[in-house]
């Protein structure tokens, strides 16, 4: 297939495994060269009971060993390299797939809808390590399945009838197996995800479950979902292993049965002593891909489940397309009537905005809880997209900007600062490499320095999940330092003085007034009085409207002479 037609699938798994597909055309003809090699066995067996023994003849026995070893040392070899391209298709998989599943996750949680990212590299490396594990040599060594029925056809029609019933009882137990516990092990699959979801949920809000005694109740729905995932899988358990001693038994009675009915031959003067050896070894070597088969069914229903979430997850969130780079944005914003629905509803927390903002202005947000303030902020760096309007930066709509680009021309600080695994030197630097002027910098400029020379091991000291020892404050301090990290051309602050100490509100202050100085356009939302001394522009929201927009001595004029009327008209 050319890459041409490659990319048109949209499969990004199949697309992936068509990538390895000369890869995985050596692997079959290794394995075709190995199930040749295993008529081996049978020929020695043959040999040495109808040439060897009859005649005495020990330099033949020798030389039958020795071509039989060869021949065991060649199937050595081959499986070692076999196993060798299998390990490294599974790391290309991971390469080419990894991040676009890491992604598809990131953007499903983005757009508000849950979202577990273990289940999901879970789900990865199950489909990895089926295509590249033991049940994938089922599915090489099953076209050699007809062969063997054909050699032992040659030796005697009834022992090949004999090896056509048994490959068909034991394909007929496979089915059912598959039959009896698809539907069990799918509800299985579907509720584990769900009790890990639960589980995660509750363990990232593990402050608050302990502070109400709120985790033995949490705990008791928790255990209600497990037990069913429990009972699920021990009966799915139980009918395979049912099934599977089935099989097993008949493979067993069917190799020995094999002997008998070849004994009989050899008494009738059918066939020989070594062709009855001979076909008994063939035939289970020919029940073996079966038997493989019956063993991966579980597996494959677990794949099945697996490639059926990451290809609706891949295709509902996919790549993002490439755009063309564009310069480096000055800070000018631009709201065109802008209204946006969260993810997930089609009630607009914020409707019909407008307003404009040219570099190095510094706007206010003011309004009352859910005045759509927040929506407004996450509108502008992207969080959110608008569902009518255009928010510009620079005259350029936003979905024209590459995110990874655009990010790193802007400053971000939500009200719940998550910071992540890592040193603090690491968090302020947005992961980026570490340039330590910059860092220091930021921290500076955020008023955190010598608090950050104060822990354990100033920027190198590891942070734990979501900053872990450390205060709101001081975290929230550290978000502004990674905010405003590479002197970006937009900042937007959400609260930021809402964990701050008096010192932390006087850095703050100070911040932006440096932020200000070099050109920085600022977007805050506060409540707080004392930043509006700073403010070039003043917006106040109710209701996810736009009640006043202006500069901030025409706006506060406005306030005041509207108090002034409602005085009047009581």
């Known amino acids: 297939m050319n890459n041409a037609t490659n990319s048109k ?3 990004e798994i199949i697309k992936c495994m ?13 394995s075709g060269i190995i199930n040749l090699l295993m008529i081996i066995p049978s020929i020695y067996m043959m040999q040495v009971y109808d040439r060897v023994i009859s005649s005495g003849n020990e330099m033949t026995l020798i030389m039958l060993t020795v071509i039989m070893l060869s021949m065991y040392l060649l199937i050595g070899v081959l499986e070692w390299v076999r196993s060798s391209v299998l390990v490294k298709i599974s790391a290309g998989m991971d390469v080419k797939l990894g991040k676009k599943v890491f992604t598809a996750s990131f953007e499903k949680g983005l757009n508000g809808l849950s979202s577990n ?50 490959v068909f009882i034991l394909a007929c137990l496979a089915i059912w197996n598959e039959m009896s516990t698809r539907k069990i092990l799918k509800e299985t699959n579907q509720l584990s995800a769900l009790a890990g979801i639960y589980a995660n949920n509750v363990l990232m809000n593990s402050d608050v479950i302990e502070s109400m005694g709120m985790i033995e109740r949490l705990q008791d729905k928790w255990y209600e979902t497990q037990q069913k995932v429990i009972f699920l899988q021990a009966n799915a358990s139980n009918k395979n292993n049912y099934i599977g001693s089935i099989t097993r038994f008949v493979r067993l009675s069917w190799q020995s049965l094999s002997l008998g009915i070849g004994a009989l031959l050899v008494i009738e003067n059918e066939i020989s002593g070594g062709v009855m050896i001979a076909c008994s070894i063939l035939l289970g070597r020919a029940l073996q891909p079966v038997e493989q088969a019956i063993g991966a069914w579980k597996q ?63 706007m206010g947000v003011i309004g009352q809880s859910g005045s759509g303030k927040s929506t407004l902020i996450k509108g502008l760096v992207g969080i959110w997209k608008a ?20 990010g790193s021309y802007v400053g971000y600080l939500p009200q719940d600062v998550e910071l992540f695994n890592g040193t603090v030197a690491e968090n302020i630097s947005r992961f980026n490499a570490i340039e330590s002027g910059k860092v220091i910098k930021a921290a500076k ?9 104060k822990l354990p091991n100033g920027y190198d000291t590891m942070l734990g999940v979501g900053g872990a020892g450390l205060s709101g404050g001081q975290k929230q301090r550290i978000g502004l330092a990674r905010a405003i990290y590479g002197d970006p051309a937009i900042v937007a602050l959400d609260e930021p003085n809402a964990n701050l100490d008096e010192n932390g509100e006087a850095s703050l202050l100070s911040a932006i007034v440096e932020l200000k100085n070099k050109g920085t356009t600022i977007v805050i939302i506060t409540h707080k009085q004392n930043l509006l001394a700073n403010m070039d522009k003043i917006l106040i929201m109710s209701d996810g409207s736009m009640q006043l927009f202006g500069t901030r001595d025409n706006v506060i004029q406005a306030i005041i002479e509207s108090k002034k009327n409602n005085t009047k008209n009581k």
């Open 300 to 362: 494959l229903s677990n794949v099945r489940g697996s490639y059926n979430r990451l290809i609706e997850l891949l295709n509902e969130y996919p790549p993002r397309r490439k755009v063309m780079a564009l310069p480096i944005p000055s800070g000018n914003i631009e709201f065109e009537k802008v209204s946006i629905a969260p993810p997930q509803t089609k009630n607009y927390s914020l409707k019909n905005i407008s307003f404009a903002l040219n570099k190095g202005d510094v």
């Open 387 to 406: 569902s009518q309007g255009a928010i510009r930066i620079d005259g350029a709509e936003l979905s024209q900007w590459s995110r990874n680009e655009i």
């Open 9 to 11: 699938i949209k499969n």
């Open 117 to 166: 990212p273990s289940q999901v590299i879970a789900d990865l490396a199950t489909i990895r390590q089926f295509v590249t594990g033991n049940a994938l040599f089922a599915f090489f060594d099953a076209p050699w399945l007809p062969i063997y029925v054909f050699i032992a056809f040659l030796f005697h029609p009834v022992l090949g009838l004999f090896t056509i019933i048994g």
């Open 445 to 453: 400029t955020a008023g955190i320095h010598e608090l950050i020379l």
């Open 18 to 30: 068509l990538d390895y597909k000369n890869a995985f055309f050596s692997l079959a003809v290794f």
